[in-house]
Each structure stands twice: as C-alpha cells, then as structure tokens.
C-alpha cells in the first residue's frame, strides 16, 4: 500500500469508467482482529484489506504477543495463545492516530488484568470522547485510571455481566461492550445498541467463536457470559462505505463504474439517494454497476443518521457530486459535530456551499443542540477548477480526489496517505478507472 509520495497531481474533467473490486469492510476487519485476542485457538480472518489501519491493530497485536501470520492474499491467521502486556510507550508508537487501541480494554482485562489505552487519534472530524466506554468498562467492574499519558484500567475482581444503556447507539461503545461481556460472568443487556453491518458481523464472530448473543428488537441487545472462547474463520463483510464512495465517484465525474463485492442490502438508503439524484445503478451476483445516465444531477436534502439510516461516511463523496446537481441540496450531519471542513476546499475549487451551525429545525441528533456545524446547503450546478488541496481526514480526502477529478484543470492534493488508512490500492483503482495523474515529487 506504500504510496509513491504524499502528494498527487490530478487533472481532471474525464469520466472514471471501468471495474474495480472492493474487499473487506475497514470497520469490521480491524474489531474482528481485535476479537481474536478473545479466543483460546488461532483464528483465520478472510479478505482483510490492504489499508494502514489493518496495519495498525497487525502491530498492536503483534506486540501484545499475538502471532500473525499471512497464508495468502487477504487471509491472516491470528494466534493469541501468548498474549502479554505492552509497554505503554510501545502501544502509543504503534496506535498512531488510530482509535482502535479502546476495543483492546476488554479482551486484555480478561486475558491480564489489565489494560493500557494512550491517548487516543483518529480523523479529526468531532471531539470523538470515549465516555461511552469508558461508563461501561465501570460498569463491568473496571477501574479506570487517568494518568497523563493515557488510561490505565485493571478489573480486580474480573468482569461481570451490567445493564448499560448507551446515550447514543455509538458503534465502538456496542463493541465495547460486545468484546466484553462475552467473557463477563452473567448476562449483560445492552439498550440503544448500534445496529451497523459491522457490528452484525462481528457478533456472528463472536457467536462462532462460542459467545451467546441476542439482538433483540428495538435494538437490545443480551449478552450471556461464557467461559471460555475458541478462534473463529472468518470472511469479512466488504466495505460499503468504499462501495459508496465509488458510487459517488461514478456520479460526479459523469462516469461508468463497476464496483465488484458492493453489496445492495448494505447500501440500500445510498441506493435510494443515488437514485433520486440522478444516479442509475444495476445490482449483479458479483457487484453494482453504478453509472452517470446523462440529464441533469437533481438536488436532495438528506441527513445522516445510524443504521440503516444514510450514513455519516457517505455524505462527503456525495457532497461533491451534489455540487454538480441543478439546485440547492441540505446535506445534515447528526452524527459529528464538525465533519464539513473539506467543503471549504470545495468552495476553492468554485463550489457553492454554506456550512450552516443551525441546520435543520427539529431533528434529532446525537450533539444535543450545540453551536457545531450541523448543515451544509450546496447550491449548484458550479463547474469546478483545479486547486491546491490539503486532504484533512479519511473520508473527506477521498472526495478531494474526487473533487479534483470533476474539476477541469489540474490540482495538486497533499496529505493523501490519510486515504491509505481506508482505501485500499486507491492509486490502482484511479489508474484502471482512467483518472489522469502523477505523483508529485
Ligand atoms: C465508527 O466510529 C466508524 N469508525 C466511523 O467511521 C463511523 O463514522 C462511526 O462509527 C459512525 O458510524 C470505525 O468503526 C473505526 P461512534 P466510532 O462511537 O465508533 C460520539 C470512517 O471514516 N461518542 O458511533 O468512533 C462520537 O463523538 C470512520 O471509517 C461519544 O460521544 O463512532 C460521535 O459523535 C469515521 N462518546 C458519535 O458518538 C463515546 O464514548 C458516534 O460515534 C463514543 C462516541
């Protein structure tokens, strides 16, 4: 995945036509090789994508003692039969700016004892606290310990099954919770789960791993300890956020895209706003083919929610093709309190969008009525030019990219090793799709 340099030049005003293929989800591959430290034999995880955050949680295993090896393309083999405690230092080098190292609490607690979280990363998007976490690892009998370079935690007298009920379906708090209660003594029950795919995924992880775990309705979700647990063999579901991304790609540079493992029943709401912007798609066995019809883009007002509502990490590929849409479209984010910063390079680039702090009247977020940025109106169509752009998080800097392949002219985006944490062979993918580009440098 290493890329050449941090910095690519685009030009750009061609359609991206062509085929690619999307493999396992970021968001469940990374919490799936965290699960295996669970388990009393090796487990054997399929179609693990080639991206720096699976690198990341491969490191902070690794050095935790668990012993990774990779049989083939895509597939590793995950033994934790000598987990040991990490330095912090060691633990803190490895995270970078990844928020994955709080899913280790729970496993370590059961497995030593005890656990070590730095301070944690991840794409500066909203003040990302862990207070979810941190109330249910208390509730579980942790005790946590702030020092000032991270958080200490200890489980003196094990864990034991609670009653949590999270402010917000948060879907690293369900985790949280998920990969420790399934060693807990008792049963837990979890209110106001999330629901995503993901965690779906994961939960038939840890089922096949030994774990008894009831998604109720209404989003409960019991939990019934058990003893002990064995590895798992595992395909990952595949990302749909990178198959919506694609698809919005398609969209805005007027293109043609096959995108092979997209899975319609993981997409349906993008597929619905696909639609009703303009965008034509056919479902296949083997993938989507999402494409530009030609007409006229149609302006939408969405706003992103949890599953299986439209999700926050498809609105910024979608922003930009709504720049291109014949009228004013609302875009409102409930999820992040400030998750519109690549608008502004955007507006660089001749687009007309508003980040509004009030936003929508009357909807229900997860920030409760706070001065964040909660809308952006996109009024459109507006041709884009080429610009200088620095990529500011994960899935804002892939619709830079996309941005500058709309534009006419060149641009120069810096900072694009961020889309390597989420976006597997991206450079490889733009080349088999057309795009127009060099590295820079
Ligand atoms: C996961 O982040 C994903 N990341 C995010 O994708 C995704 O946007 C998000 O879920 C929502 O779907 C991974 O799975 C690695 P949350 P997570 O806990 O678990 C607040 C991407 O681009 N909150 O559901 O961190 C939080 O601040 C990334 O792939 C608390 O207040 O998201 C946010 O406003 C970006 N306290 C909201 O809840 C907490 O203790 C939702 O966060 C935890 C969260």
Redesign the pocket.
């Known amino acids: 995945m290493g890329l050449k340099s941090d910095e690519i030049v685009i030009r750009g005003g061609k359609p991206l036509i062509g085929r690619i293929e999307v493999r396992g989800a970021?968001?469940l591959a990374?919490?799936a090789m965290v699960a295996s430290l669970l388990g009393d034999t090796p487990s054997i995880l399929k179609d693990v994508p080639d991206i720096s955050?699976v690198n990341v949680v491969r490191g902070l295993l690794s050095i935790h003692g668990v012993r990774i090896t990779d049989p083939a393309r895509g597939e590793l083999i995950l033994d934790p039969s000598n987990v040991e405690t990490a330095h912090f230092a060691e633990i803190d080098a490895h995270a970078g700016s990844s928020?994955?190292p709080i899913l280790f609490c729970g496993p370590l607690l059961h497995r030593l004892g005890e656990a070590f979280i730095p301070d944690l990363g991840?794409?500066r998007?909203?003040?990302?606290?862990?207070?979810?976490?941190?109330d249910a690892l208390r509730a579980f009998g942790a005790i946590v310990d702030k020092s000032y370079n991270g958080i200490h935690l200890t489980a003196p007298n094990g864990l034991k099954g609670a009653n949590i009920e999270l402010?917000?379906?948060?879907?690293?708090?369900t985790?949280q919770v998920l990969l420790t209660a399934v060693l807990a003594e008792g049963v837990t029950e979890l209110r106001n789960a999330?629901i995503?795919p993901?965690i779906m995924d994961l939960i038939a992880i840890l089922q096949k791993m030994g774990a008894i775990v009831n998604v109720e309705p209404n989003r409960v979700i019991f939990i019934e300890g058990v003893k002990s647990l064995n590895g798992y063999t595992h395909r990952a579901i595949n990302d749909r956020?990178e198959a919506a991304s694609w698809a919005a790609a398609a969209l805005a540079t007027k293109g043609d895209i096959f995108v092979e493992g997209a899975k319609q029943q993981d997409l349906m709401t993008f597929l619905n706003v696909f639609r009703k912007v303009g965008g034509e798609f056919d479902v296949h066995e083997d993938g989507i083919r999402f494409y530009h019809p030609g007409g006229e883009l149609k302006p939408v007002v969405i706003e992103t929610d949890?599953?299986p509502g439209f999700?926050?990490?498809w609105q910024q590929p979608l922003v930009v093709a709504l720049t291109q849409a014949h009228g004013t479209s609302i875009v409102h984010e409930t999820?992040?309190?400030n998750r519109f910063q690549f608008t502004e390079a955007l507006n660089d680039m001749g687009a007309k969008i508003v980040v509004h702090k009030d936003g929508l009247k009357d909807v229900q977020r997860?920030?409760a009525r706070r001065d964040f940025e909660q809308a952006a109106v996109i009024t459109g169509p507006t041709p884009l030019h080429g610009a200088d752009i620095r990529v500011p998080?994960?899935?804002g800097g892939f619709s830079h990219l996309i941005a500058a392949l709309t534009a006419e002219g060149e641009s120069k985006i810096t900072n694009v090793g961020i889309i390597a944490r989420?976006y597997e062979h991206f450079v490889a993918k733009l080349r088999k799709l057309g795009a127009d580009f060099d590295f820079a440098g």
């Open positions: 970021k968001n990374t919490k955050d928020r994955i991840g794409c998007i909203g003040d990302r606290p862990i207070d979810f976490h941190m402010p917000y379906p948060s879907v690293g708090a985790e999330a995503e993901e956020n949890v599953h999700m926050t990490d999820v992040y309190e997860r920030v998080d994960l899935r989420g």
